[in-house]
């Protein structure tokens, strides 16, 4: 939750200063974060039923979220190149895909914390209720 806004900000803080993402970018990050979606509902639906197959997939996701974080750095300075995005935004777009990172380890350690016994209350009690 805390990093989706803080994504969320980054990409807002960007907008309001009249700094605007490329839609390759966009559409980049788009891909990114809907990976990590999908891994949240994979890491949930094994604490929640304690169903263990989607582990595998999880980690495949995580090192195809890696991937596309290289890529997504590379595209990003070939646009630069390119004069479609500016450089000085090259920082708050390395910010967001560590974010996307994060969020993706985030998913793969609820996972092993369900795989090493840790009971799904315990996450609702850390989360103060809610998720």
Known sequence: GVLAVE??????????????????????????????????????????TGNLEGEDKLRKKSQKITELDIKMRKNHMQRVNKGKCKAGMTASFNRILGCIDRMGNSCVNIAEAALSGVEYSYFIKSAGGSL
């Open 7 to 48: 994504v969320a900000q980054m990409l807002r803080d960007k907008e309001d200063k009249k700094y605007k993402y490329s839609s390759e970018a966009i559409k980049d990050l788009q891909k990114s974060l809907g990976l990590v979606y999908e891994m949240y509902t994979e890491a949930m639906n094994i604490i929640t």
